[in-house]
T-cell receptor, first 112, second 113 residues
Framework: DGGITQSPKYLFRKEGQNVTLSCEQNLNHDAMYWYRQDPGQGLRLIYYSQIVNDFQKGDIAEGYSVSREKKESFPLTVTSAQKNPTAFYLC???????????FGPGTRLLVL | AQSVTQLDSQVPVFEEAPVELRCNYSSSVSVYLFWYVQYPNQGLQLLLKYLSGSTLVKGINGFEAEFNKSQTSFHLRKPSVHISDTAEYFCAVTGGGTYKYIFGTGTRLKVLA
Protein backbone atom coordinates (compact mmCIF):
# COMPACT_ATOMS: atom_id res chain seq x y z
CA ASP A 1 0.00 0.00 0.00
CA GLY A 2 1.79 3.12 -1.22
CA GLY A 3 1.87 6.36 0.66
CA ILE A 4 3.72 8.90 2.73
CA THR A 5 4.41 8.37 6.41
CA GLN A 6 5.49 10.97 8.92
CA SER A 7 6.70 10.37 12.44
CA PRO A 8 6.21 11.09 15.17
CA LYS A 9 2.62 12.36 15.19
CA TYR A 10 3.45 14.71 18.10
CA LEU A 11 6.89 16.02 19.02
CA PHE A 12 7.97 18.14 21.96
CA ARG A 13 11.01 20.37 21.86
CA LYS A 14 12.87 21.96 24.73
CA GLU A 15 14.56 25.34 24.44
CA GLY A 16 17.87 25.12 22.57
CA GLN A 17 17.20 21.62 21.31
CA ASN A 18 17.34 20.36 17.73
CA VAL A 19 14.62 17.92 16.70
CA THR A 20 14.20 15.84 13.56
CA LEU A 21 10.92 15.03 11.82
CA SER A 22 10.81 11.95 9.66
CA CYS A 23 9.20 11.68 6.21
CA GLU A 24 9.23 8.46 4.18
CA GLN A 25 7.47 7.65 0.91
CA ASN A 26 7.15 4.43 -1.07
CA LEU A 27 5.52 6.00 -4.11
CA ASN A 28 8.79 6.12 -6.07
CA HIS A 29 8.43 9.89 -6.32
CA ASP A 30 11.48 11.95 -7.19
CA ALA A 31 10.35 15.25 -5.62
CA MET A 32 9.68 15.83 -1.92
CA TYR A 33 8.65 18.91 0.05
CA TRP A 34 8.29 20.23 3.58
CA TYR A 35 5.59 22.72 4.53
CA ARG A 36 4.76 24.52 7.72
CA GLN A 37 1.11 25.17 8.59
CA ASP A 38 0.02 27.83 11.06
CA PRO A 39 -3.63 28.67 11.85
CA GLY A 40 -5.13 31.07 9.32
CA GLN A 41 -1.99 31.19 7.19
CA GLY A 42 -2.29 28.26 4.84
CA LEU A 43 0.85 26.31 4.00
CA ARG A 44 4.32 27.77 3.56
CA LEU A 45 7.17 25.97 1.83
CA ILE A 46 10.29 25.30 3.92
CA TYR A 47 12.46 23.13 1.65
CA TYR A 48 12.07 20.98 -1.40
CA SER A 49 14.14 18.35 -3.19
CA GLN A 50 13.79 17.17 -6.75
CA ILE A 51 16.43 14.47 -6.64
CA VAL A 52 18.66 12.58 -4.24
CA ASN A 53 21.50 14.63 -2.75
CA ASP A 54 19.95 17.89 -3.91
CA PHE A 55 17.58 20.26 -2.12
CA GLN A 56 16.59 23.90 -2.28
CA LYS A 57 15.32 26.49 0.17
CA GLY A 58 11.69 27.47 0.08
CA ASP A 59 10.11 30.64 1.44
CA ILE A 60 10.84 30.12 5.15
CA ALA A 61 14.02 27.99 5.36
CA GLU A 62 15.71 29.91 8.20
CA GLY A 63 16.09 27.76 11.29
CA TYR A 64 15.52 24.50 9.41
CA SER A 65 17.75 21.97 7.66
CA VAL A 66 17.13 18.90 5.51
CA SER A 67 18.94 16.01 3.87
CA ARG A 68 18.09 13.73 0.95
CA GLU A 69 20.40 10.72 1.10
CA LYS A 70 17.77 8.29 -0.16
CA LYS A 71 14.96 8.71 -2.64
CA GLU A 72 12.41 7.50 -0.08
CA SER A 73 13.43 9.75 2.80
CA PHE A 74 13.48 13.50 3.40
CA PRO A 75 13.98 14.30 7.10
CA LEU A 76 13.55 17.83 8.44
CA THR A 77 15.56 19.16 11.38
CA VAL A 78 14.17 22.06 13.35
CA THR A 79 17.20 23.75 14.85
CA SER A 80 17.51 25.91 17.95
CA ALA A 81 17.78 28.90 15.60
CA GLN A 82 14.06 28.53 14.81
CA LYS A 83 12.57 30.74 17.51
CA ASN A 84 8.93 29.99 16.85
CA PRO A 85 8.77 26.31 15.90
CA THR A 86 5.30 25.49 17.20
CA ALA A 87 3.31 24.47 14.11
CA PHE A 88 1.95 21.56 12.11
CA TYR A 89 4.54 20.22 9.65
CA LEU A 90 3.50 18.51 6.45
CA CYS A 91 5.62 16.49 4.07
CA UNK A 92 4.58 16.00 0.46
CA UNK A 93 5.89 14.25 -2.63
CA UNK A 94 5.28 14.28 -6.38
CA UNK A 95 6.47 12.21 -9.33
CA UNK A 96 8.40 15.17 -10.66
CA UNK A 97 8.85 18.71 -9.45
CA UNK A 98 5.84 20.15 -11.30
CA UNK A 99 3.44 17.27 -10.83
CA UNK A 100 0.55 16.85 -8.40
CA UNK A 101 1.66 16.81 -4.77
CA UNK A 102 0.48 14.20 -2.26
CA PHE A 103 0.69 14.80 1.46
CA GLY A 104 1.59 12.82 4.56
CA PRO A 105 -0.45 12.89 7.81
CA GLY A 106 1.68 15.58 9.46
CA THR A 107 3.67 16.09 12.66
CA ARG A 108 2.62 18.58 15.32
CA LEU A 109 5.61 20.20 17.02
CA LEU A 110 5.15 21.79 20.42
CA VAL A 111 7.62 23.67 22.56
CA LEU A 112 7.98 22.83 26.27
CA ALA B 1 3.54 36.59 -9.11
CA GLN B 2 0.79 34.12 -8.45
CA SER B 3 -1.63 34.43 -5.56
CA VAL B 4 -4.75 32.69 -4.26
CA THR B 5 -7.63 34.21 -2.31
CA GLN B 6 -10.19 32.25 -0.39
CA LEU B 7 -12.59 34.95 0.68
CA ASP B 8 -14.55 32.91 3.21
CA SER B 9 -12.67 31.76 6.29
CA GLN B 10 -15.71 29.86 7.59
CA VAL B 11 -18.83 28.55 5.90
CA PRO B 12 -21.64 27.04 7.98
CA VAL B 13 -24.27 25.06 6.09
CA PHE B 14 -27.04 22.67 7.03
CA GLU B 15 -26.82 19.00 6.15
CA GLU B 16 -28.16 18.13 2.68
CA ALA B 17 -27.93 21.77 1.55
CA PRO B 18 -25.70 22.80 -1.36
CA VAL B 19 -22.41 24.58 -0.75
CA GLU B 20 -19.95 26.67 -2.74
CA LEU B 21 -16.45 27.47 -1.48
CA ARG B 22 -14.88 30.33 -3.38
CA CYS B 23 -11.36 30.53 -4.75
CA ASN B 24 -9.91 33.32 -6.86
CA TYR B 25 -6.40 33.39 -8.23
CA SER B 26 -4.15 35.84 -9.97
CA SER B 27 -1.55 34.78 -12.49
CA SER B 28 -0.15 36.08 -15.74
CA VAL B 29 0.50 32.59 -17.09
CA SER B 30 -1.39 29.36 -17.60
CA VAL B 31 -2.26 27.78 -14.30
CA TYR B 32 -2.94 24.44 -12.74
CA LEU B 33 -5.50 24.56 -9.92
CA PHE B 34 -6.17 22.21 -7.03
CA TRP B 35 -8.56 21.72 -4.14
CA TYR B 36 -7.42 19.81 -1.06
CA VAL B 37 -9.38 18.82 2.04
CA GLN B 38 -7.91 18.57 5.52
CA TYR B 39 -9.64 16.81 8.42
CA PRO B 40 -8.55 17.76 11.96
CA ASN B 41 -4.94 16.83 12.75
CA GLN B 42 -4.48 15.12 9.40
CA GLY B 43 -2.63 15.82 6.18
CA LEU B 44 -4.12 17.24 3.00
CA GLN B 45 -6.07 14.97 0.67
CA LEU B 46 -6.47 15.85 -3.00
CA LEU B 47 -10.12 16.46 -3.90
CA LEU B 48 -9.70 17.46 -7.54
CA LYS B 49 -7.44 19.26 -9.96
CA TYR B 50 -7.61 21.26 -13.17
CA LEU B 51 -4.68 20.88 -15.52
CA SER B 52 -6.29 21.47 -18.93
CA GLY B 53 -9.33 20.48 -21.01
CA SER B 54 -12.88 20.58 -19.68
CA THR B 55 -13.44 23.46 -17.31
CA LEU B 56 -15.79 21.41 -15.12
CA VAL B 57 -13.78 19.06 -12.97
CA LYS B 58 -15.28 16.28 -10.88
CA GLY B 59 -13.52 15.02 -7.80
CA ILE B 60 -13.96 12.62 -4.94
CA ASN B 61 -16.78 12.64 -2.38
CA GLY B 62 -19.23 14.27 -4.84
CA PHE B 63 -17.33 17.56 -5.14
CA GLU B 64 -16.83 19.43 -8.39
CA ALA B 65 -15.20 22.70 -9.42
CA GLU B 66 -15.39 24.96 -12.43
CA PHE B 67 -12.40 26.76 -13.90
CA ASN B 68 -13.41 30.23 -15.09
CA LYS B 69 -10.53 31.92 -16.81
CA SER B 70 -12.28 35.25 -17.40
CA GLN B 71 -13.18 35.58 -13.74
CA THR B 72 -9.95 33.90 -12.55
CA SER B 73 -11.96 31.64 -10.28
CA PHE B 74 -12.04 27.99 -9.35
CA HIS B 75 -14.99 27.61 -7.00
CA LEU B 76 -15.71 24.28 -5.31
CA ARG B 77 -19.28 23.00 -5.15
CA LYS B 78 -21.27 20.12 -3.74
CA PRO B 79 -25.03 19.79 -4.29
CA SER B 80 -25.78 18.13 -0.95
CA VAL B 81 -23.35 18.09 1.98
CA HIS B 82 -23.01 15.55 4.77
CA ILE B 83 -21.83 15.93 8.35
CA SER B 84 -18.68 14.08 7.31
CA ASP B 85 -17.76 16.94 4.93
CA THR B 86 -16.92 19.13 7.92
CA ALA B 87 -13.26 19.97 7.34
CA GLU B 88 -10.94 22.68 6.09
CA TYR B 89 -10.59 23.15 2.36
CA PHE B 90 -7.58 24.63 0.60
CA CYS B 91 -7.29 25.97 -2.91
CA ALA B 92 -3.84 25.97 -4.54
CA VAL B 93 -2.34 27.22 -7.79
CA THR B 94 0.83 26.46 -9.68
CA GLY B 95 2.00 26.76 -13.26
CA GLY B 96 4.00 28.88 -15.64
CA GLY B 97 7.04 26.65 -15.29
CA THR B 98 7.27 27.04 -11.52
CA TYR B 99 7.26 24.12 -9.12
CA LYS B 100 5.76 26.19 -6.33
CA TYR B 101 2.26 25.64 -5.04
CA ILE B 102 0.64 28.79 -3.72
CA PHE B 103 -1.99 27.92 -1.14
CA GLY B 104 -4.97 29.94 -0.03
CA THR B 105 -5.55 30.47 3.68
CA GLY B 106 -8.30 27.85 3.78
CA THR B 107 -12.06 27.74 4.28
CA ARG B 108 -13.48 25.90 7.25
CA LEU B 109 -16.71 24.16 6.24
CA LYS B 110 -19.00 23.29 9.13
CA VAL B 111 -21.99 21.13 8.31
CA LEU B 112 -24.82 21.47 10.80
CA ALA B 113 -27.38 18.80 11.63
Amino acid sequence: DGGITQSPKYLFRKEGQNVTLSCEQNLNHDAMYWYRQDPGQGLRLIYYSQIVNDFQKGDIAEGYSVSREKKESFPLTVTSAQKNPTAFYLCASSILLQETQYFGPGTRLLVL
Amino acid sequence: AQSVTQLDSQVPVFEEAPVELRCNYSSSVSVYLFWYVQYPNQGLQLLLKYLSGSTLVKGINGFEAEFNKSQTSFHLRKPSVHISDTAEYFCAVTGGGTYKYIFGTGTRLKVLA
